[in-house]
Structure formats: C-alpha cells, structure tokens
C-alpha cells in the first residue's frame, strides 16, 4: 500500500497527466534516484522531506500508472 504522500502526490498528477505526462515525472524521478546533481538542483524543493525509500515508491506508482 502506497504512503499518503505517494497518494496525495498521485492524485495531483494524475489530474495533470494532459499537461504534464506521466513519462516525463518518471524521467525524472529515475535521475532523482540515480542522485543526478542537476535533476536534484531542478526539482530537489518539491522532494525537501522525502526519503529515497519514498521517492522509489512514487516511481513505482507512477510506472503502475503509464
């Protein structure tokens, strides 16, 4: 079962997957993972709080979505 984080963040993407595909948040949270410095420094303030184990989670749920 995904955390409330994860669900709330999915419910706020999903409602805007028409203007911000869901391929593309998956992009990036796959460079957030793999600590890519730019990826960090572009998106890290909407991640300030998560774990890494959370923002996998959110990856997951975001490939369960597409």
């Known amino acids: 079962m995904a955390s409330e984080k ?3 963040r ?7 997957a ?3 595909p869901l391929a593309k948040r998956e992009a990036d949270l796959a ?3 793999a600590k ?4 960090w420094e572009k998106y890290g303030q909407f991640y300030e709080g ?3 184990e959370e923002v996998a989670e959110l990856l997951e749920a975001v490939r ?3």
């Open 6 to 8: 994860v669900l709330q």
């Open 10 to 16: 999915m419910e706020c993407w999903l409602g805007k």
């Open 18 to 20: 028409d203007s911000h």
């Open 31 to 33: 460079l957030l993972l």
């Open 36 to 39: 890519n410095a730019e990826a």
């Open 50 to 52: 998560w774990t890494h």
């Open 64 to 66: 369960a979505a597409s």
